[in-house]
C-alpha cells in the first residue's frame, strides 16, 4: 500500500466560506481538522458545508473514501496547529491580519510543519514578512467550492523551499486536487488576474445600465462557460480558428483587441447607488433560494460537469480518475468472516429510495459492485496495478432479490470466491441487513482480468496471479452457496 502522503491533522486558521470547504475536503479524506475561527457560528457553518460536501461527494464518485476525519473547534491559533501536519490559513483578505495570525501559528508550530495562504491575491513574501520560518509558507489559492473544483494555485515567495511547494502539492494532490505551481511571484497569480478583467467589465455593463446581472450571468453560462471545463481560453481560441487555428483566429481577430470595447484598465466607483442596483438585481435573479440551496444547486450540476468531464479523460476530470484510482489502492483491505470470506459495508441513502418506498433495483448491482472491488483491492488491485494497464472487468451478473432495503438499512456483503484462474474470477455475494440478518439479495459474477488498454483477457501478472489461485483455494473448502449457479426460469406449474 502507497505510503500516506496525508496528515493526520490539518490545523485551519479562518472557517468562513473557504476555510470550511478546506474543512470538508479535508475531512472527507480521512484527516482530523483543528478549526480557529473567532466567529462562534464557525462550527454551525462548516457542519452545513460539511453536509453538502458529503451530498456533493456521495454523487461524485463511487470510489471508496476513507473514514471521516473529526472535526474540532478551538479557541486559538495555538491549538489549531497543536499536532497539525498542516497549517491551513483562510482568514479575511487583510494583509496584517494574515501577517499576524500566520506569525503566532509559526511560533508554536514545529519547523517542518508547512504552511499555506488560500489568499486569492497577495503575495507571500508580504505574508511571511513576520514569520520566523518564512522558508514554510507557500500560498495554496483555492476555488469555491474547494470540496469539488480540483485547481490549487501553489504560489512560492522568496524565501519558500522548494521542499515546502512539494511537500503542499503532495498533499493535495492526495486528497483530489490539481495542484498548478505559479511560477513567478505576482499578486492575484493567473486564474483571479483573468477572472478579474471579466469582473471589471461585468461591473461596467451594470454600471452603463447596458444589461441585468441575470443576463449577464446568461451571456457566460448558456455560451462561453459551457467550453471553458473543457478547453480553458487558449484551446477554445485555436479550435475557433478553424483548420488554420490559432494563428488564424489572431489574424482575423487580434485587430479587434485594438477597437476601443474595453474599459479593462478602469473600475466604475462602487457607488451606493450602483451596489443598490447589483443587489436588487441579484436578489430578483435567485428568486428567493437560501445559501446552501444555491450551493446545492451548484454543487450538483459541478459534479454531473465533473463526471461528463471524467467520462472524456478531460481537464478537471482527469484529476478525478487520477483521485479515484488513489483512493482504490488506499482503501482498506477491509474485514472477512469468521470463514475467511471478504466483507464489504454500506448503508442505503436516501436517495437511492425510489417510488416505492425502498432502494432502486439497480443499487443492489451497485453495492454488490463496490464488494467486488474489495476483493479486487484484497487480491492487489491498487492504483500501480491498474497505472500498469491491468484491470477486470465484469462480464456477467446473476442477481436474486430477496428482501427490501429502506433508507438508513445498514448492509453487510460476505463475498465466497467459486472459481479463479489466471483470467477468471467467479464470485458469489450474499447482502444481509446488519440489523435482523435478513438476506436481502444475493448475485453471482464473473469477472476476467484485462489488459485495459488492448481491452483484451490476459493473464493476471505478478503477485494477483498467485493471490487469485490462493484464495479460490481457500474458499474451496466453503459449502456451494444454495443459490450459485442459478438462471431465470419459469417454475413449472
Ligand atoms: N471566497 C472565495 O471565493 C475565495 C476563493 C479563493 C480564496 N479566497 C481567500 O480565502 C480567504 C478567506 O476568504 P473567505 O471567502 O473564506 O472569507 P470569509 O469572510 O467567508 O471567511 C473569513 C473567516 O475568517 C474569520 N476570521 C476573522 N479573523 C480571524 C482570525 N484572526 N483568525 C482566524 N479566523 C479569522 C472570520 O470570522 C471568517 O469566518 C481570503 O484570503 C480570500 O482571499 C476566497
Redesign the pocket.
Known amino acids: 500500500m502507497a505510503e500516506r502522503v496525508l496528515p493526520r491533522t490539518a490545523g485551519l486558521?479562518?472557517?468562513?466560506?473557504?476555510?470550511?470547504?478546506w474543512a470538508a475536503r479535508f475531512l472527507l479524506n480521512g484527516v482530523d481538522v483543528q478549526l480557529?475561527?473567532?466567529?462562534p457560528d464557525?462550527g454551525r457553518?462548516a457542519q452545513e458545508v460539511l453536509e453538502n460536501a458529503r451530498h456533493a461527494l456521495r454523487r461524485l464518485t463511487m470510489a471508496p473514501l476513507p473514514a471521516e476525519g473529526s472535526l474540532r473547534i478551538v479557541d486559538g491559533?495555538e491549538p489549531a496547529v497543536a499536532g497539525a501536519g498542516l497549517v491551513i490559513?483562510?482568514?479575511?483578505?487583510r494583509v496584517e491580519?494574515?501577517q499576524?495570525?500566520l506569525a503566532a501559528a509559526d511560533a508554536v508550530a514545529p519547523p517542518d510543519v508547512v504552511f499555506t495562504?488560500?489568499?486569492?491575491?497577495?503575495r507571500p513574501t508580504l505574508l511571511a514578512a513576520r514569520m520566523r520560518h518564512p522558508e514554510r509558507l507557500v500560498v495554496g489559492?483555492?476555488?469555491?467550492p474547494?470540496y469539488l473544483l480540483p485547481l490549487v494555485e501553489l504560489c512560492a515567495g522568496e524565501r519558500t523551499s522548494d521542499a515546502t511547494v512539494a511537500r503542499a502539492a503532495d498533499v493535495f494532490e492526495a486528497v483530489g486536487m490539481s495542484p498548478l505551481v505559479v511560477r513567478t511571484e505576482i499578486d492575484g497569480f493567473l486564474a483571479?488576474r483573468m477572472l478579474e478583467a471579466l469582473w471589471r467589465e461585468a461591473l461596467w455593463l451594470v454600471n452603463d445600465d447596458v444589461a441585468t446581472v441575470a443576463e449577464i450571468d446568461d451571456a457566460i453560462r448558456l455560451g462561453p462557460g459551457l467550453r471553458w471545463a473543457a478547453m480553458g481560453t487558449f484551446e477554445t481560441y485555436r479550435i475557433a480558428g478553424g483548420e488554420d487555428g490559432i494563428r488564424h483566429f489572431l489574424a482575423q481577430f487580434g485587430p479587434a483587441l485594438k477597437w476601443p470595447w474595453t474599459k479593462l484598465t478602469d473600475t466604475p466607483e462602487l457607488t451606493d447607488e450602483l451596489l443598490d442596483r447589483i443587489a436588487q438585481q441579484s436578489d430578483e435573479q435567485v428568486d428567493g433560494m437560501g445559501l446552501r440551496e444555491l450551493e446545492r444547486r451548484r454543487d450538483d450540476c459541478l459534479v454531473a460537469v465533473l463526471q461528463a468531464l471524467r467520462a472524456n479523460g478531460v481537464g478537471a476530470g482527469a484529476q478525478l480518475a487520477r483521485y479515484e484510482r488513489s483512493l482504490m489502492g488506499a482503501a482498506a483491505a477491509g474485514d472477512e468472516d469468521a470463514a475467511g470470506r471478504p466483507v464489504h459495508r454500506a448503508t442505503v441513502l436516501p436517495e437511492w429510495v425510489d417510488y416505492n418506498g425502498h432502494a432502486h433495483e439497480s443499487r443492489y448491482l451497485q453495492v454488490f459492485g463496490d464488494a467486488a472491488d474489495g476483493v479486487l483491492r484484497r487480491l492487489g488491485m491498487d492504483a500501480a496495478y491498474l497505472e500498469g494497464g491491468h484491470s477486470f472487468y465484469t462480464v456477467e451478473s446473476h442477481l436474486c432479490h430477496l428482501g427490501e432495503a429502506a433508507a438508513g438499512d445498514d448492509l453487510v456483503v460476505t463475498t465466497q470466491v467459486l472459481a479463479a484462474d489466471e483470467k477468471r474470477l467467479q464470485l458469489f455475494h450474499e447482502m444481509t441487513r446488519a440489523g435482523d440478518g435478513a438476506v436481502l439479495a444475493t448475485a453471482e459474477q464473473m469477472l476476467l482480468h484485462v489488459d485495459s488498454g488492448a481491452g483484451h483477457v490476459v493473464p493476471a501478472v505478478g503477485e494477483m496471479r498467485d493471490r487469485l489461485v490462493e484464495l479460490a483455494a481457500d474458499h474451496s473448502v466453503l459449502p456451494r452457496p444454495e443459490r450459485a449457479g442459478r438462471a431465470v426460469a419459469m417454475p413449472s406449474a
Open positions: 486558521l479562518g472557517g468562513g466560506v473557504i476555510g470550511a470547504g480557529f475561527d473567532p466567529d464557525a457553518k491559533p490559513e483562510s482568514a479575511p483578505e491580519l494574515k499576524e495570525l495562504s488560500s489568499t486569492s491575491g497577495l489559492h483555492p476555488f469555491n474547494v483571479d
